[in-house]
């Protein structure tokens, strides 16, 4: 098989086309600071291996003695921000949108307790307390309002702790 290569690509003393053309591209894959093996910062980065910054994720949601839900969940590097109504609708929590005016709005227990998040200014009540967000603190997408777990924790009182490595959040009761 070799002597017929050997036949082939240099018959009457000249390469030909093919063999010429894959050792060019061997040598340019080669040179330093080009092609795949490039490992300087002239060469711009490929955009498929770039970090993510937001992606929707499927996260296990559980209240413990009541079960489990999938969510799906607003990932920003190693934090999260869980979706207010499904999670609500989970746990049996009266929300409601409305998509003119951007608020989510409900209440806990008894209508005495009610909340109003404003989606377009980011200013939250719950009860008597209130709260302005941070930029990074939420998100709206699609008509659901994403919020970080400590959102929860310092409005709702609720206890929510999220777990990335295993992609779960869970609402610890005592």
């Known amino acids: ?4 290569l050997e036949i082939s690509a240099f018959s009457e003393g000249r390469i ?3 063999v010429s053309a894959m050792l060019f591209v061997l040598l340019l894959a080669c040179l330093p600071g080009t092609g795949a093996f490039a490992q ?5 980065a490929d955009p498929a291996f770039a970090p993510v910054r937001d992606e929707l994720v499927p996260i296990a949601f559980t209240l413990k003695r009541a079960g489990t839900t999938e969510l799906m969940s607003v990932r920003r590097d190693t934090s999260v921000l869980l979706p207010l109504r499904s999670m609500f609708a989970f746990l049996r929590i009266k929300s409601s ?4 005016s951007g608020r989510i709005s409900g209440f806990l ?5 009610s909340y109003a998040i404003e989606l377009n200014t ?9 709260r302005q967000l941070a ?3 939420y998100e709206v997408r699609a008509g659901e ?4 777990p400590e959102f929860y924790r310092s409005m709702f009182l609720l206890p929510v702790e999220y777990k990335p490595r295993r992609l779960a959040a869970t609402l610890v009761t005592h």
């Open 1 to 4: 098989m070799v002597r017929w």
């Open 16 to 18: 030909s086309a093919t």
């Open 40 to 44: 300087s910062g002239d060469v711009p």
């Open 97 to 100: 949108l409305d998509s003119s």
């Open 109 to 113: 227990i008894s209508p005495d307790t």
């Open 122 to 130: 980011g200013r939250a009540r719950v009860g008597n307390r209130t």
């Open 135 to 137: 930029s990074g603190e």
């Open 145 to 148: 309002g994403y919020f970080s």
